[in-house]
């Protein structure tokens, strides 16, 4: 059987160009570049990384960028303070506070507190409940990219059989609820599932999403199915530091029918999706002050 790897950076680097052609009818109709504001508390070195593509591909699609850095041992208090001011700002359209937070911070309040039409991670219980009642909303970037590859390589997904391995409220729920929007059935295995790589192995799609390396074998795979890998997580292997996903790559390839790899699958597409929601909030600010009273897409 061929195996095709998808390639996430071509995927994501066609849906930047897509939205910095409709950030350019924006500026063309003299409305302010979409802006989005990445808050980063504390010196995580991952998430310094992931905050720094952020703002690199905002630029590259034609965003302005608000950067707010907070250190390690900054206050829920100030924390919240900038949400509220961010909040108020009209030239920012986006909000994102990287996740995770320092222990001693509440993630879920300072969630609660983004303005919902802002809320481009789409974490916000008001967005959850829009997208968990399959209304319009902010979609969260991950589950968004996973969908967008599926479709672009299966076409209808109606009627196919997803299982979701892990129940994480940034990828597994909302990536359940996407894709029984999308006709499919459903099943969720987490690390309380018994024989998760039995139920796994009925799957026309399998995504990974619980954050260990090399979990998913040949063993969790039916032959022909198409395997997405949410999974980035750093191991030492031969003495060297590399990124390796949730599936084994190597062991699984072999049996699907498309993969992504780690690292250039998920990982630049979800960035790319959360310039197509920062743009559809700055879209939506528009109409907004025009009078238009449209829900979110
Ligand atoms: N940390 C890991 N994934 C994400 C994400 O999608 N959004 C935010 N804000 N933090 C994350």
Same mark, same amino acid.
């Given at each position: 059987?061929?195996?095709?790897?998808?390639? =996430?950076?071509?995927?994501?680097?066609?849906?930047?160009?897509?939205?910095?052609?409709?950030?350019?009818?924006?500026?063309?109709?003299?409305?302010?570049?979409?802006?989005?504001?990445?808050?980063?508390?504390?010196?995580?070195?991952?998430?310094?990384?992931?905050?720094?593509?952020?703002? *690199?591909?905002?630029?590259?699609? =034609?965003?302005?960028?608000?950067?707010?850095?907070?250190?390690?041992?900054?206050?829920?208090?100030?924390?919240?303070?900038?949400?509220?001011?961010?909040?108020?700002?009209?030239?920012?359209?986006?909000?994102?506070?990287?996740?995770?937070?320092?222990?001693?911070?509440?993630?879920?309040?300072?969630?609660?507190?983004?303005?919902?039409? *802002?809320?481009?991670?789409?974490?916000?219980?008001?967005?959850?409940?829009?997208?968990?009642?399959?209304?319009?909303?902010?979609?969260?970037?991950?589950?968004?990219?996973?969908?967008?590859?599926?479709?672009?390589?299966? =076409?209808?997904?109606?009627?196919?059989?997803?299982?979701?391995?892990?129940?994480?409220?940034?990828?597994?729920?909302?990536?359940?609820?996407?894709?029984?929007?999308?006709?499919?059935?459903?099943?969720?295995?987490?690390? *309380?599932?018994?024989?998760?790589?039995?139920?796994?192995?009925?799957?026309?799609?399998?995504?990974?999403?619980?954050? $260990?390396?090399?979990?998913?074998?040949?063993?969790?795979?039916?032959?022909?199915?198409?395997?997405?890998? #949410?999974?980035?997580?750093? #191991?030492? $292997?031969?003495?060297?530091?590399?990124?390796?996903?949730?599936?084994?790559?190597?062991?699984?390839?072999?049996?699907?029918?498309?993969?992504?790899?780690?690292?250039?699958?998920? =990982?630049?597409?979800?960035?790319?999706?959360?310039?197509?929601?920062?743009? #559809?909030?700055? $879209?939506?600010?528009?109409? $907004?002050?025009?009078?238009?009273?449209?829900?979110?897409?």
């Amino acid at each position: 059987m061929s195996t095709r790897v998808i390639d =996430g950076k071509r995927l994501a680097d066609n849906l930047i160009r897509e939205v910095s052609e409709q950030v350019q009818h924006l500026l063309d109709a003299d409305l302010p570049a979409p802006g989005l504001a990445v808050v980063l508390v504390g010196e995580d070195p991952a998430s310094a990384v992931y905050v720094r593509n952020k703002i *690199k591909r905002a630029r590259e699609a =034609g965003m302005r960028s608000i950067e707010k850095r907070l250190s390690e041992d900054c206050t829920q208090e100030t924390l919240e303070a900038i949400i509220e001011e961010l909040n108020q700002r009209e030239d920012v359209h986006g909000i994102l506070v990287q996740l995770p937070l320092p222990k001693h911070l509440s993630a879920e309040r300072v969630i609660r507190l983004i303005a919902p039409q *802002k809320d481009v991670d789409g974490f916000h219980p008001h967005n959850v409940g829009l997208l968990a009642t399959g209304q319009a909303s902010l979609i969260p970037c991950t589950p968004l990219g996973c969908l967008e590859i599926l479709q672009r390589e299966l =076409g209808d997904l109606s009627g196919k059989h997803a299982v979701i391995v892990g129940r994480s409220n940034i990828v597994g729920k909302p990536m359940a609820n996407l894709l029984l929007q999308a006709n499919c059935t459903i099943t969720v295995v987490h690390s *309380k599932t018994h024989q998760a790589n039995l139920l796994a192995r009925q799957a026309d799609i399998l995504v990974a999403a619980v954050g $260990q390396p090399e979990l998913i074998d040949e063993s969790w795979v039916k032959p022909g199915a198409v395997v997405i890998d #949410v999974g980035i997580n750093a #191991v030492e $292997q031969a003495g060297k530091r590399k990124l390796v996903g949730d599936v084994n790559f190597s062991k699984v390839a072999p049996f699907a029918k498309a993969i992504t790899p780690v690292p250039g699958g998920v =990982g630049p597409m979800t960035i790319a999706c959360l310039m197509k929601n920062t743009l #559809v909030a700055a $879209q939506y600010a528009r109409d $907004q002050a025009n009078g238009l009273h449209h829900t979110l897409s």
